[in-house]
């Protein structure tokens, strides 16, 4: 397939958006160096905008790409002081390389990437930004711009990063490591999806593009690990999630909130597949946290109307939650349930509970419970005084416009 001069930056573009990370992966595994495969990578890139122009796109640019990124890497192996232990591991690789068609490396690469990225010496935050960077392809900029950060702060992340997986094998995980590193990754994507859907600071209400990420981040997981209950789990709990996002907001941007969605504005494509996710969970075994969650968020998605919701198993389900995965947040997201199935006196005195205990002081969620709960309960001024609290602790300009109208 040719291009013609007019039109050969745009394809080039295209093809390294979808290959980056097979790429990235590939020569990471190779030379145990992310920045260093990221270069490896680039370089490619340029060459393709040389050449590619002239000679055509090849049939198989992926491995064109890789072929050409394996030649730069022995030119910059050949200048490092330990080029003899580095060149005879790369010779050995390469030459194992050739003996598989390209494509069979493909998963095994990616899930290397990810699962390092991961690794227990980086930060949660430096974890985000480099998954983000190699795999999801996005800039620093744009990463920047979705956690509402500065690019330097991006930067520095991903460079810490990626000194500290500088001599790290990457490898698959042991037996041992396994369930650790997993349930890094999964928090990982998880942590970039619920920053997409419901943003902690900002003028935004939500940032979809981050759950988009994270949705295609947790697909191909499941892809590379489909022996794996949680990892189906958290598909279907993004996928039912995402769901709503088109019912989330009004015509002005404002917050619409679960009981006041129109459900017709619903994707039911996401719903239809988050279901399913959910089904292989479950044949899998035993639902983990992200199960759980999931099978609360499919409780939702089965009603057709609020008043069809079935909060008695939603309450069963996060009890069952809270001794799996306990937290301040999972008990006052159970308090919401209870306080539908049994009551909003029973809501009230679990969310009195955690007042008590003033672990979740700053959460600005707990005032807006706890007003929501007293607001059915008929006691309209403890009420609006909860809600002007929640709108003094948000950072989000949506989220606090919301809760002031509540107070009001």
Same mark, same amino acid.
């Given at each position: &397939?040719?291009?013609?001069?007019?039109?050969?930056?745009?394809? !080039?573009?295209? =093809?390294?958006?979808?290959?980056?990370?097979?790429?990235?992966?590939?020569?990471?595994?190779?030379?145990?160096?992310?920045?260093?495969?990221? #270069?490896?990578?680039?370089? *490619?890139? !340029? !060459?393709?905008?040389?050449?590619?122009?002239? @000679?055509?796109?090849?049939?198989?640019?992926?491995?064109?790409? &890789?072929?050409? /990124?394996?030649?730069?890497?022995?030119? =910059?192996?050949?200048?490092?002081? $330990?080029?003899?232990?580095?060149?005879?591991?790369?010779?050995?690789? /390469?030459?194992?390389?050739? #003996?598989?068609?390209?494509?069979?490396?493909?998963?095994?690469?990616?899930?290397?990437?990810?699962?390092?990225?991961?690794?227990?010496?980086?930060?949660?935050?430096?974890?985000?930004?480099?998954?983000?960077?190699?795999? +999801?392809?996005?800039?620093?900029?744009?990463?920047?711009?979705?956690?509402?950060?500065? #690019?330097?702060? =991006?930067?520095?992340?991903?460079?810490?990063?990626?000194? %500290?997986?500088?001599?790290?094998?990457?490898?698959?995980?042991?037996?041992?490591?396994?369930?650790?590193?997993?349930?890094? *990754?999964?928090?990982?994507?998880?942590?970039?999806? $619920?920053?997409?859907?419901?943003?902690?600071?900002?003028?935004?209400?939500?940032?979809?593009?981050?759950?988009?990420?994270?949705?295609?981040?947790?697909?191909?997981?499941?892809?590379?690990?489909? +022996?794996?209950?949680?990892?189906?789990?958290?598909? /279907?709990? &993004?996928?039912?999630?995402?769901?709503?996002?088109?019912?989330?907001?009004?015509?002005?941007?404002?917050?619409?909130?679960?009981? @006041?969605?129109?459900?017709?504005?619903?994707?039911?494509?996401?719903?239809?597949?988050?279901?399913?996710?959910?089904?292989?969970?479950? *044949?899998?075994?035993?639902?983990?946290?992200?199960?759980?969650?999931?099978?609360?968020?499919?409780?939702?998605?089965?009603?057709?109307?609020?008043?069809?919701?079935?909060?008695?198993?939603?309450?069963?389900?996060?009890?069952?939650?809270?001794?799996? /995965?306990?937290?301040?947040?999972?008990?006052? $997201?159970?308090?919401?349930?209870?306080?539908?199935?049994?009551?909003?006196?029973?809501?009230?005195?679990?969310?009195?509970?955690?007042?008590?205990?003033?672990?979740?002081?700053?959460?600005?969620?707990?005032?807006?419970?706890? +007003?929501?709960?007293?607001?059915?309960?008929?006691?309209? +001024?403890?009420?609006?005084?909860?809600?002007?609290?929640? %709108?003094?602790?948000?950072? $989000?300009?949506?989220?606090?416009?919301?809760?002031?109208?509540?107070?009001?």
């Amino acid at each position: &397939m040719a291009v013609t001069a007019t039109d050969p930056r745009r394809v !080039v573009e295209a =093809v390294y958006r979808i290959e980056s990370a097979r790429l990235v992966a590939g020569l990471a595994r190779i030379v145990r160096d992310v920045g260093l495969a990221e #270069e490896l990578a680039q370089d *490619a890139l !340029v !060459v393709a905008l040389e050449q590619w122009p002239v @000679d055509g796109v090849p049939e198989q640019p992926g491995a064109w790409l &890789m072929a050409t /990124a394996k030649h730069r890497a022995v030119d =910059v192996l050949r200048r490092q002081e $330990n080029y003899r232990r580095k060149l005879a591991l790369f010779t050995r690789e /390469a030459e194992a390389a050739d #003996e598989l068609a390209l494509d069979d490396h493909i998963g095994d690469d990616l899930l290397r990437l990810i699962l390092t990225a991961c690794h227990p010496s980086i930060t949660p935050e430096s974890q985000v930004a480099l998954v983000l960077r190699t795999i +999801g392809g996005l800039t620093t900029d744009q990463i920047a711009r979705a956690f509402l950060t500065t #690019e330097a702060t =991006v930067s520095q992340r991903i460079l810490r990063a990626k000194k %500290a997986l500088t001599g790290v094998r990457f490898e698959l995980p042991g037996p041992d490591e396994l369930p650790g590193r997993l349930a890094a *990754a999964l928090g990982t994507i998880y942590l970039i999806f $619920n920053e997409g859907y419901a943003a902690t600071a900002g003028d935004d209400w939500s940032r979809p593009q981050l759950c988009e990420e994270a949705l295609r981040l947790g697909r191909i997981l499941a892809g590379l690990l489909p +022996g794996q209950a949680e990892v189906h789990g958290l598909v /279907a709990l &993004m996928e039912l999630q995402a769901s709503r996002i088109p019912a989330r907001t009004g015509p002005g941007g404002e917050p619409v909130l679960l009981p @006041d969605q129109d459900r017709r504005r619903w994707d039911r494509l996401l719903v239809r597949r988050g279901l399913a996710a959910l089904d292989r969970a479950s *044949a899998l075994g035993t639902f983990g946290p992200y199960g759980l969650q999931a099978a609360i968020a499919a409780c939702h998605a089965r009603a057709r109307t609020p008043a069809e919701t079935d909060w008695g198993r939603i309450a069963a389900l996060y009890r069952v939650l809270v001794h799996v /995965a306990p937290s301040p947040v999972v008990e006052l $997201n159970r308090a919401v349930a209870v306080g539908q199935a049994e009551g909003p006196a029973a809501g009230l005195a679990i969310v009195d509970g955690l007042v008590a205990a003033g672990s979740l002081a700053r959460y600005p969620h707990l005032p807006a419970v706890r +007003g929501d709960l007293l607001e059915r309960l008929g006691r309209l +001024g403890e009420a609006r005084a909860e809600f002007a609290r929640a %709108a003094a602790l948000t950072r $989000n300009e949506r989220e606090r416009q919301l809760f002031e109208t509540r107070a009001r």
